[in-house]
């Protein structure tokens, strides 16, 4: 396969280089060069590739409510170009949308959001991701996957696990929502999974055989299983921390819940973030990994960061 990949200095981008590459020839467009403002047109209609992934999105929650076109046109407008092209090459699109597309107000009772769960974004950033959805799906030609996903993650980049572990460095107590229900989600799932659904998928455009099972496209949640809060996870975080002798000075039990009122912000965030993963575990034959197990894999690549940098 040809891939070409924007987004690739992202964090599910950087994992992605890495796990797509075994497929075949990987074009890696970084921000820098391929500026989402800009026609993406020119980028696919240069390289012509088999398969266009999109790791690339604008992700700024609470300033995308300052910057509603901003967000509109990388989150949808770009999107919507990329399978126009998609469409005309022959090429499959795969995208990366967001748990956010939900209002987060299924009650627990009922369980986690299915893929074919009505949708209701609560901030600009939801809508904008939940028009790029739109977009793909409004190209009647575009063999596509869409994979949703919640609470991302990485040694690479900013996020949540980063940030307490930071703040747990110097702090004795800290504070964290307790009401908020999800799956933290490690990029290099995301991309171990895009990379097998792309080799289980087989898109060729000049062998009708090899051309992608329509029952297997459409949109997936990509999450692992289980769920937890943001107070969990965190506590869970700094134990793993802990055992792994990273510099953390805060205990467990000073990591106090509280609830998500507590952080006044610019968008309003879903309280449930449950993604039911069993259609992409059936589709795929996939038996996706409890969410502890890769917060332990990321506690210890930061352990071996740690014991590079002191060497």
């Avoid at 449950?274 to 352990?303: E, H, K, M, S, Y």
Wanted: charged letters at 20%; proline letters at 6%.
């Amino acid at each position: 396969m040809k891939i070409l990949l924007f987004g690739a200095n992202g964090q599910v981008g950087w994992e992605l280089r890495r796990s797509l590459s075994p497929l075949g020839t990987l074009i890696a467009l970084s921000h820098a060069e391929a500026d989402l403002m800009l026609p993406v047109r020119q980028f696919i209609e240069r390289h012509r590739p088999d398969v266009i992934v999109n790791a690339a999105a604008y992700t700024a929650v609470d300033r995308a409510e300052s910057e509603p076109e901003l967000a509109l046109r990388i989150n949808a407008g770009a999107v919507g170009e990329m399978a126009q092209a998609a469409s005309e090459l022959g090429a499959l699109l795969v995208h990366y949308s967001t748990d956010y597309v939900f209002d987060g107000k299924k009650p627990s009772a009922e369980g986690a959001y299915a893929e074919t769960d009505a949708t209701g974004p609560l901030s600009v950033y939801g809508r904008s991701k939940l028009a790029g959805e739109q977009a793909v799906r409004a190209v009647p030609a575009c063999e596509h996957l869409i994979f949703r996903t919640s609470w991302v993650y990485a040694v690479r980049g900013r996020n949540f696990a980063r940030t307490i572990l930071e703040r747990a460095r110097t702090m004795e107590r800290l504070q964290v929502v307790a009401d908020t229900f999800g799956a933290p989600t490690n990029a290099e799932l995301i991309a171990d999974v895009t990379a097998l659904a792309l080799h289980t998928l087989r898109p060729d455009p000049t062998h009708a055989a090899r051309r992608p099972d329509p029952s297997q496209l459409g949109t997936y949640h990509l999450v692992p299983s289980g769920t937890t809060t943001w107070h969990e996870y965190a506590t869970y975080l700094i134990e793993q921390a802990r055992a792994a002798g990273l510099p953390v000075r805060v205990a467990p039990h000073n990591i106090i819940g509280v609830p998500a009122s507590t952080f006044p912000a610019a968008a309003q965030r879903p309280l449930n973030s449950r993604l039911d993963n069993r259609r992409l575990a059936q589709r795929f034959g996939l038996t996706l990994p409890d969410w502890r197990w890769p917060i332990a894999r990321f506690v210890d690549a930061l352990a071996r960061e740690s014991v590079q940098d002191r060497a």
